[in-house]
């Protein structure tokens, strides 16, 4: 397994990778829905504002996530893991922690100071994950899960909370998705 930076001639590639992951664990509906962001996030989020990464078996792409800015009124460098899938045929076998892992170490390296995520504890409590509350951190919209809002330093320094308000990328910046 190789874990990368996403090149931009796999574009069709990891989209079509969220839409068939999404539509297999939470329907069709969903599966367009997931691949639909995915597109609009490559396609329109600052390259500074977005990291995507893959995971590669064969030079095929099985596994891929992808950060995005979170700007909260500081001058801290934080990004969002959303979303995450492996192909349906290779979970379970570690590709989604060991690319979480490496994505999280990359986007240390480039200054980043916090990473938040959306989704289940369980699953993300094992790169380091752990659940904060809106009084801590506020998301950018009303959470309809709010014990999946997630973070991690990514410094020596604790997770301390962080006044005032978080902005996301355009294309998380609709309701339904949070």
Not at 129 to 137: G, H, K, L, N, P
């Amino acid at each position: 397994m190789n874990y990368s930076p996403y090149e931009p001639s796999q574009a069709e590639e990891v989209i079509g990778l969220f839409t068939q992951t999404f539509s297999d664990s939470e329907g069709e509906a969903e599966g367009k829905l997931i691949g639909e962001l995915v597109k609009e996030l490559i396609e329109t989020t600052d390259s500074n504002d977005l990291y995507v990464f893959v995971a590669n078996d064969n030079n095929r792409v099985v596994g891929s996530i992808l950060f995005t800015r979170l700007t909260f009124e500081s001058d801290k460098l934080v990004f969002l893991l959303a979303p995450v899938a492996v192909r349906t045929d290779y979970q379970g076998q570690g590709i989604g922690q060991e690319l979480i892992k490496v994505g999280l170490q990359a986007i240390k390296n480039q200054g980043a100071e916090l990473a938040f995520t959306y989704g289940d504890p369980a699953f993300y409590s094992k790169v380091g994950f752990r659940q904060v509350t809106e009084d801590q951190f506020k998301a950018p919209l009303s959470l309809s899960y709010p014990h999946g809002w997630l973070a991690q330093s990514l410094t020596e320094q604790e997770l301390t909370p962080i006044a005032g308000c978080s902005k996301c990328v355009p294309a998380f910046n609709k309701q339904a998705l949070w």
